[in-house]
């Protein structure tokens, strides 16, 4: 099993989104990768669901199902989040580590 986890980077940039929210910043005024970063933090924090999977697939799949309406997940939406959480890998801001039962 894997799970999705910050790197220090990711937890560095997530601790300056979140002192922006409590100066009441709105999350819909964040640029393009604070939002990703604020986003893979609630998943690493399971806001959508267990953060334990086998495959991103899977793992992005079950997440959207919580976060959104069934008629909303799409299999393009599904590629474009699986994209973007591998783009935050590329740039350190997040990983998936092999976890033990």
Do not use: H, W
């Not at 560095?12 to 009441?24: F, G, R, T, V, W």
């Not at 393009?32 to 267990?50: F, N, Q, R, S």
């Amino acid at each position: 099993m894997k799970k999705l986890q910050l790197t220090q980077l990711g937890e560095e940039k997530l601790n300056k989104i979140n002192d922006l929210i409590l100066q009441d910043v709105d999350y819909y005024d964040l640029s393009k990768e604070e939002k990703l970063v604020a986003d893979i933090g609630m998943y690493v924090d399971e806001a959508y669901g267990e953060n334990k999977f086998n495959t991103l697939e899977e793992f992005i799949e079950e997440a959207m199902s919580v976060e959104f309406v069934p008629e909303y997940i799409t299999e393009n939406r599904i590629k474009r989040r699986i994209n973007k959480i591998k783009k935050s890998i590329k740039e350190n801001n997040c990983e998936i580590v092999e976890i033990e039962e």
